[in-house]
């Protein structure tokens, strides 16, 4: 008997190990697929407005209308709708003080307005505006007419329609900084630094960096999917909210429970007692049926606790008439 309880003792210690182990083994799972998720998660930042939980990158195929060169992205179509907004002067008919907005000009103000569709901007990698992508801009705007809007005070192309919809007062860009290139990304909020230093990372519309290609790789892909609306022309629709990270969670958990269920029941199966005392087993000399073994389970062997023979069969087997209420005479 002894050395059965020892034995439940010893099953029930391999059992704790085990249970460690695999606790260890999914948590450790469970932090390295979080630590990789983490830094593919969207940060709010200017026009690139999202509500928590923030959501992950995602790969939307067929890409944006506006910024198509970041297929991997952090925006989404109001994104992209608050974007055209902020540089529609630069791509209105041409107005009475200017034969028309600059080429050049119209595509350096996407560059820098597609900025936050940058998956390394999107995530926070990329926090600052290269330097020489500052001087690209103000020298191909150089000559062009902006002015500062009357309710945010940002910076916007001019034209007739912009300048009467937000009470604009245009002048050339040149006039509006006369501090160079760097006062012309600081009225943007943007923080210049060198890129030649190495040390940072920065944006400058460039799409062919390595760095592109890793933070976007295993990326959900979204489909677009084709809705018809009032005007029965189609429209894209995107969710950029992920449930990737949510199954992962629902994975771990179940096969948590299905290994504590199959360990349980392992233990229990072995903790059966395999002995059987003349009590329990035998026929007595009084010809009584031969009782059932006590109740065990994986906890009782877990424990090293003894079964106790209940008082009803020590009296039937002693011979003694059983009486659950006598009272002492």
Same mark, same amino acid.
């Given at each position: 008997m002894s050395c059965d309880i020892i034995l439940g003792h010893h099953i029930g210690l391999h059992g @704790?190990?085990?249970?460690? !182990?695999?606790?260890?083994?999914?948590?450790?799972?469970? #932090?390295?697929?979080?630590? @990789?998720?983490?830094h593919r998660t969207c940060k709010p930042q200017g026009l690139l407005t999202l509500d928590a939980p923030y959501p992950q990158l995602q790969?939307?195929? %067929?890409?944006? /209308?506006?910024?198509? @060169?970041?297929?991997?992205?952090?925006?989404?179509?109001? !994104?992209?709708?608050?974007? !055209?907004?902020?540089?529609?002067?630069?791509f209105d008919e041409p107005s009475s003080l200017s034969s028309s907005f600059s080429s050049r000009c119209a595509e350096? =103000?996407?560059?820098?307005?597609?900025? /936050?569709?940058?998956?390394?901007v999107g995530v926070g990698l990329k926090e600052k505006v290269c330097r020489h992508t500052c001087k690209?801009?103000?020298?191909?705007c150089r000559n062009d007419y902006f002015g500062f809007d009357s309710i945010s005070g940002a910076l916007v192309p001019c034209s007739n329609a912009a300048a009467t919809s937000r009470l604009l007062i245009c002048s050339r860009?040149?006039?509006l900084v006369p501090e160079g290139a760097e006062q012309l990304c600081a009225l943007e909020g943007l923080e210049v630094v060198d890129a030649e230093a190495g040390a940072t990372l920065c944006y400058d519309g460039s799409t062919m960096s390595s760095d592109l290609g890793q933070i976007c790789? %295993?990326?959900?892909?979204?489909?677009?999917?084709?809705?018809?609306? *009032?005007?029965?022309?189609?429209?894209?629709?995107?969710?950029?909210?992920?449930?990737?990270? =949510?199954? &992962?969670?629902?994975?771990l958990a179940g096969v948590l429970l299905y290994f504590i269920n199959? &360990?349980? %029941?392992?233990? #229990? #199966? *072995?903790?059966?007692?395999?002995?059987?005392?003349n009590l329990h087993t035998g026929h007595s000399s009084h010809g009584l049926s031969p009782l059932k073994g006590p109740s065990w389970s994986w906890w009782n062997m877990l424990s090293g606790g003894q079964s106790v023979v209940q008082t009803s069969a020590s009296q039937k087997l002693a011979g003694k008439p059983y009486r659950p209420h006598a009272h002492p005479r």
């Amino acid at each position: 008997m002894s050395c059965d309880i020892i034995l439940g003792h010893h099953i029930g210690l391999h059992g @704790q190990v085990f249970l460690s !182990h695999l606790l260890i083994v999914l948590w450790t799972s469970f #932090k390295s697929t979080r630590a @990789q998720s983490d830094h593919r998660t969207c940060k709010p930042q200017g026009l690139l407005t999202l509500d928590a939980p923030y959501p992950q990158l995602q790969v939307l195929e %067929g890409g944006l /209308p506006f910024c198509p @060169q970041f297929p991997c992205t952090c925006c989404n179509r109001s !994104h992209i709708t608050a974007m !055209h907004r902020s540089m529609a002067g630069a791509f209105d008919e041409p107005s009475s003080l200017s034969s028309s907005f600059s080429s050049r000009c119209a595509e350096m =103000l996407k560059i820098i307005a597609c900025r /936050p569709c940058d998956p390394m901007v999107g995530v926070g990698l990329k926090e600052k505006v290269c330097r020489h992508t500052c001087k690209a801009w103000l020298s191909a705007c150089r000559n062009d007419y902006f002015g500062f809007d009357s309710i945010s005070g940002a910076l916007v192309p001019c034209s007739n329609a912009a300048a009467t919809s937000r009470l604009l007062i245009c002048s050339r860009l040149n006039a509006l900084v006369p501090e160079g290139a760097e006062q012309l990304c600081a009225l943007e909020g943007l923080e210049v630094v060198d890129a030649e230093a190495g040390a940072t990372l920065c944006y400058d519309g460039s799409t062919m960096s390595s760095d592109l290609g890793q933070i976007c790789e %295993g990326a959900p892909v979204v489909k677009r999917r084709v809705r018809t609306g *009032r005007s029965g022309g189609a429209s894209s629709s995107e969710s950029m909210f992920s449930w990737s990270a =949510l199954w &992962v969670k629902l994975t771990l958990a179940g096969v948590l429970l299905y290994f504590i269920n199959m &360990v349980r %029941g392992w233990m #229990k #199966k *072995r903790s059966k007692p395999k002995w059987r005392s003349n009590l329990h087993t035998g026929h007595s000399s009084h010809g009584l049926s031969p009782l059932k073994g006590p109740s065990w389970s994986w906890w009782n062997m877990l424990s090293g606790g003894q079964s106790v023979v209940q008082t009803s069969a020590s009296q039937k087997l002693a011979g003694k008439p059983y009486r659950p209420h006598a009272h002492p005479r």
